[in-house]
């Protein structure tokens, strides 16, 4: 089923051949980047760095009536911010730019003008008002709409006679009925007899932009496109297009179409889903490495299936003929899970914790800045402590700016009630403590401060060591529900900032 990918990568990816691997990311700035755009574009990018090519991104920017503004410049920034920027872009530039094809307009002209003048396309005078009729008449009686392509016969005096009038018109491609089959790098040997079932494509529309149709091989030939792989809903279009590349004399690119993204469920992904854009993961702390596993993992394309690899490894791993033309199936459930072991991953890694600490450090600011009366807790060794304890535990970096883990940054509140519903013996119990921190010192360690603890719960009269420790976490965290994990980050954080809580905070006025 796929020698014909073998034989191409082969001879495209040689350094000493004459055309090198070259794929694009075509996106329409219509909004922004979603989930299912990302995965066309990583495995685009996947593909160019496992064969030494180079991953293009190109906005297709012909439907000026949808554009959403800053859509274009999110989409570049979102590709970079997931690690796979684009070798060349409109933002980066390139030897075959421009990359917006709304910059590209006479390229597009110029191709309809020889498809027209080679017979292979024609003008079309028709009003809207008159293929919406077409339309409406095809669905009354069943079928599907399409264009009859009644221009198509226009005598030449009747066409030069419109034209020189100024009547509106678009420009169409004369379909033929004898398209020819191709080898899809996914889906195999395919073939649409398109003129049978569809009218002929505009491909120059009246406000002389392109449409998609045309614009797209136009880029792909003059950016020398090397392999198209694009989502699997375009494979029935591709025939359409080969007819075209036929038309105009040019050796098309290879095809590979990507089974499509779904949800978990077998429905589709909808860019109405908001919570599937890429700003919106990035915003609630998603590390992009996780997405892109998990989009993978889903998926095919790679000689084994696990969780928790990075970029490299997923193009060390990537095989193109384990491709299969199943949907891959997307479980949000699980991505917090992905998120949990790539954050590991990054605390383990010097200079990534490092950029962690900042990122930490500016959201701790944002959230607490008129709460915080110890700047202490801003210090770098304190915040990288703490990453390190909750290693394995937490699942966002948001998770320590949360409500939870408060204590961690600000003097904790609570009330003298939540204090005598614990013991009567507060005074005696927080002098004992402040002379267990002053003799102990920097000694601390968390199986000694559990000793400690039994000592002081020993010393006071009617309070047991159970009371003692949740009077202590009521102390240092605020929290009165037994949580395991919080305990241990209270223990084990710097005995000096352990000390500060303790001599400083109100419960020991207060009591």
């Not at 000793?451 to 047991?464: D, E, F, I, L, P």
């Amino acid at each position: 089923m796929f020698p014909c990918l073998r034989r191409s990568v082969a001879d495209r990816s040689c350094s000493t051949g004459h055309v090198e691997v070259r794929v694009r990311f075509a996106p329409s700035p219509t909004g922004f980047l979603h989930l299912g755009g990302l995965r066309t574009a990583l495995y685009n990018y996947i593909f160019a760095k496992k064969y030494g090519g180079v991953f293009v991104l190109r906005i297709e920017d012909t439907d000026q009536s949808r554009l959403v503004p800053g859509a274009a410049e999110s989409i570049e920034d979102m590709l970079e911010w997931a690690g796979i920027p684009p070798d060349e872009s409109p933002r980066r530039g390139g030897p075959l730019g421009p990359y917006l094809q709304s910059q590209r307009l006479d390229l597009y002209s110029q191709t309809a003008q020889q498809l027209v003048s080679s017979g292979h396309a024609y003008y079309c005078f028709c009003s809207s008002q008159r293929l919406e009729l077409l339309k409406k008449e095809a669905l009354r009686s069943g079928q599907t709409p399409r264009y009859d392509n009644r221009c198509r016969h226009l005598r030449l005096d009747q066409v030069q006679e419109r034209l020189a009038q100024g009547v509106s018109h678009v420009i169409r491609f004369r379909l033929e009925e004898d398209a020819e089959p191709f080898q899809d790098l996914v889906f195999g040997w395919n073939w649409h007899e398109v003129a049978q079932v569809e009218g002929d494509p505009v491909v120059m529309k009246a406000d002389g932009f392109p449409t998609y149709h045309l614009a797209n091989i136009v880029d792909d030939r003059y950016m020398r496109i090397s392999h198209v792989l694009r989502g699997s809903e375009w494979l029935i279009s591709t025939s359409k297009h080969l007819l075209m590349y036929r038309a105009l004399g040019w050796q098309p690119p290879t095809f590979g179409h990507l089974p499509l993204l779904m949800n978990k469920d077998g429905s589709k992904l909808s860019k109405r889903q908001g919570d599937l854009f890429i700003q919106r993961f990035k915003k609630d702390g998603v590390l992009p490495e996780a997405l892109l596993d998990i989009t993978t993992n889903c998926g095919s394309g790679f000689n084994a299936n696990r969780i928790g690899r990075r970029i490299d490894e997923l193009i060390s791993e990537f095989n193109p003929t384990k491709i299969t033309t199943h949907s891959a199936l997307l479980d949000l459930e699980k991505l917090a899970e992905f998120n949990r072991i790539h954050l590991q991953q990054r605390i383990d890694k010097k200079e990534q914790c490092r950029q962690l600490i900042e990122d930490l450090q500016a959201k701790i600011q944002q959230t607490y800045t008129e709460l915080m009366q110890d700047s202490d807790v801003l210090q770098e060794d304190y915040i990288k402590r703490i990453l390190h304890l909750r290693k394995g535990h937490i699942c966002s970096l948001n998770e320590l700016i949360s409500p939870v883990y408060a204590y961690l940054w600000v003097c904790p509140s609570f009330s003298s009630q939540q204090v005598a519903a614990l013991t009567t013996e507060g005074p005696h119990i927080a002098l004992l403590v402040l002379r267990l921190i002053e003799k102990q010192g920097e000694e601390l360690s968390v199986e000694q401060l559990n000793k400690n603890m039994k000592t002081v719960a020993k010393q006071a009269k009617s309070t047991k060591y159970r009371e003692v420790m949740k009077l202590l976490r009521l102390a240092l965290s605020g929290l009165q529900v037994t949580n395991r994990h919080h305990m241990i980050s209270m223990h084990r954080l710097k005995t000096k900032r352990f000390d500060k809580f303790l001599k400083t905070h109100k419960i020991f006025i207060i009591l």
